[in-house]
């Protein structure tokens, strides 16, 4: 049997365990972060005193998927010793939601109308960076997750004074990445994230807000801000779309992020670490093609663990 290395024990791991564990994988919880982790000191199959630690990691075939915190991912990664299905390059690759944008576009795949801004920039910078864009605008992050820190500006004189609180947090915090995206807003599109395992698409849901919440003037349709998932049979273009986007970006397991107004359908981000929803919001084959993606990864570390000896 398998064994499996998962750097989360939330809501994916409880539903994976199962369906991957009936297809002769064994799927284990190493923990990344919130802890301590020895970085050096010792070797592994010394007998240097207080070095049990390494056993955590022993004996692993594959991880799935890298962790989130890149700089202790490195480390697990180290220790593990193992192939990823989506190592650190996918992760980084699918963060850079401009990097994702670009690329996209770079191969004729509809995406919103975006420009980066690379903070620090002088005011009339941001004003031309919009002048393009109508307005509400959307101002993003480049490199956040689950919507964080996205809002929306209504006008100019909203956009930058959004721009300000980002230009405070750039100058108190090490926030690493300082860009940030100015889109379009497509108002009243229908928010998708589709699913594509090993080059196929398998699933995917539709994320939306409650009435009440519409009413009260929420527009972000994030399931970690409050919008229901809800599992979607999508038609075969958006099927195509977000197979197209997995192979532009050489991620074998990617959630896509697809908005679709009545005349247009766009990718607006990717996600190398999506969440597995329940298995009845997915195709059949699924967990099928999931398990056979692990084992074609554990099967790629064994290659290269013969081709180093």
């Known amino acids: 049997m398998l064994r499996l290395a998962m750097t989360t024990d939330a809501e994916t791991f409880e539903r994976v365990r199962g369906p991957l564990g009936d297809r002769g994988i064994a799927v284990e919880h190493v ?3 919130e802890r301590s982790l020895r970085v050096a000191g010792g070797k592994r199959g010394t007998e240097t005193e207080g070095f049990d630690d390494f056993d955590e990691f022993d004996e692993f ?3 799935f998927v890298y962790p989130s915190r890149l ?4 480390v697990v990664d180290t220790r593990l010793s193992v192939p990823w299905v989506n190592g650190r390059d996918a992760v980084v690759t699918s963060r850079n939601k401009a990097g994702v944008l670009a690329t996209l576009d770079d191969t004729g795949i509809p995406t919103p109308r975006t420009v ?3 903070n ?15 307005y509400p605008v959307v101002v993003k992050p480049n490199s956040a997750t689950r919507g964080v820190g996205v809002a929306k500006a209504h006008d100019l004189d909203s956009l930058l004074g959004i721009v300000d609180y980002l230009n405070l947090v750039h100058d108190y915090r090490a926030t690493g990445d300082k860009s940030y995206l100015i889109q379009e807003y497509l108002p009243n599109a229908r928010d998708y994230r589709a699913m594509v395992v090993d ?3 398998v699933g995917a849901v539709r994320r939306a807000l409650s009435s009440d919440a519409l009413d009260s003037g929420r527009w972000k349709h994030n399931v970690h801000r409050g919008a229901e998932a809800t599992g979607i049979d999508l038609p075969e273009r958006a099927r195509a779309l977000a197979e197209r986007t997995a192979a532009a970006l050489d991620i074998d397991y990617l959630g896509v992020d697809l908005l679709e107004t009545d ?10 670490r999506p969440t597995v929803d329940a298995a009845t919001k997915y195709e059949p084959d699924f ?9 074609r990864t554990a099967a790629r570390g064994r290659n290269e663990g013969r081709d180093r000896s």
């Open 263 to 272: 005349d247009r359908l766009v990718v607006n981000e990717t996600n190398a």
């Open 287 to 295: 967990y099928d093609r999931l398990a056979g993606l692990v084992e």
């Open 71 to 74: 700089m202790e991912g490195s």
């Open 120 to 134: 620090p920039v002088d005011e009339s910078v941001v004003v031309d960076a919009a002048s393009s864009l109508s």
């Open 61 to 63: 075939d594959a991880g």
């Open 199 to 201: 080059g196929a698409y």
């Open 116 to 118: 980066m801004v690379s």
């Open 31 to 33: 923990q990344a972060k």
